[in-house]
T-cell receptor, first 111, second 111 residues
Framework: DAKTTQPTSMDCAEGRAANLPCNHS???????VYWYRQIHSQGPQYIIH???NNETNEMASLIITEDRKSSTLILPHATLRDTAVYYC????????????FGTGTRLQVTL | DGGITQSPKYLFRKEGQNVTLSCEQN?????MYWYRQDPGQGLRLIYY???????QKGDIAEGYSVSREKKESFPLTVTSAQKNPTAFYLC??????????FGQGTRLTVV
């Protein structure tokens, strides 16, 4: 799996959009971008994934650049419950491939 | 969570003893993974298995052993050779074309 780099931490005011960046400059053509988050002392939770096109679900939006070397996870209206560590990973889908996490971004949502 | 059961949630062992952590799934997923997480750190891959009777070392396999005799089960043994076993251990599964699902973790403390 290709490596990803993310900022160590970010702050966001409650009600504002949280934009979390991720660089994956060595991503391969068949690798998807996945986002997970981990609230303290729990198992990580899946958020969203995508290949080329932008994706949206009930939790978040994923914007992938045209060259696929970076992406941004957007939480449109952050709440205090969104305070967590957010992980961006890349992996090949369709195979039971090695699944490697980086250190993630610690998002702190404040009043 | 999501059909993955890790037990126990908290585990205390004396130094020098082997201990086995349980991970069971009813999602019919082929791939299973074990991660270790230290305070304030990301997830590090210990072992993973893509199919029954097969498994591969992850990034920090030394001092650990696994088995995959059944599709539903992927137990992790922390041996006495693991120099610093106190950590939070997470098990995950993946169906290949789906995202990974995580258990709620086992917090191991060696005294």
């Amino acid at each position: 799996d290709a490596k990803t780099t993310q900022p160590t931490s970010m702050d966001c005011a409650e009600g504002r959009a949280a934009n979390l960046p991720c660089n994956h400059s060595t991503i391969s053509g068949n690798e998807y971008v996945y986002w997970y988050r981990q609230i303290h002392s729990q198992g990580p939770q899946y958020i969203i994934h995508g290949l080329k096109n932008n994706e949206t679900n009930e939790m978040a939006s994923l914007i992938i650049t045209e060259d696929r070397k970076s992406s941004t996870l957007i939480l449109p209206h952050a709440t205090l419950r969104d305070t967590a560590v957010y992980y961006c990973i890349v992996r090949v889908t369709g195979t039971a491939s090695k699944l490697t996490f980086g250190t993630g971004t610690r998002l702190q949502v404040t009043l | 969570d999501g059909g993955i059961t890790q037990s126990p949630k908290y585990l205390f062992r004396k130094e020098g003893q082997n201990v086995t952590l349980s991970c069971e799934q009813n999602l019919n997923h082929d791939a299973m993974y074990w991660y270790r997480q230290d305070p304030g750190q990301g997830l590090r891959l210990i072992y993973y298995s893509q199919i029954v009777n097969d498994f591969q070392k992850g990034d920090i396999a030394e001092g650990y052993s696994v088995s995959r005799e059944k599709k539903e089960s992927f137990p992790l043994t922390v041996t006495s050779a693991q120099k610093n076993p106190t950590a939070f251990y997470l098990c995950a599964t993946s169906g290949g074309i789906t995202e990974a699902f995580f258990g709620q973790g086992t917090r191991l403390t060696v005294v």
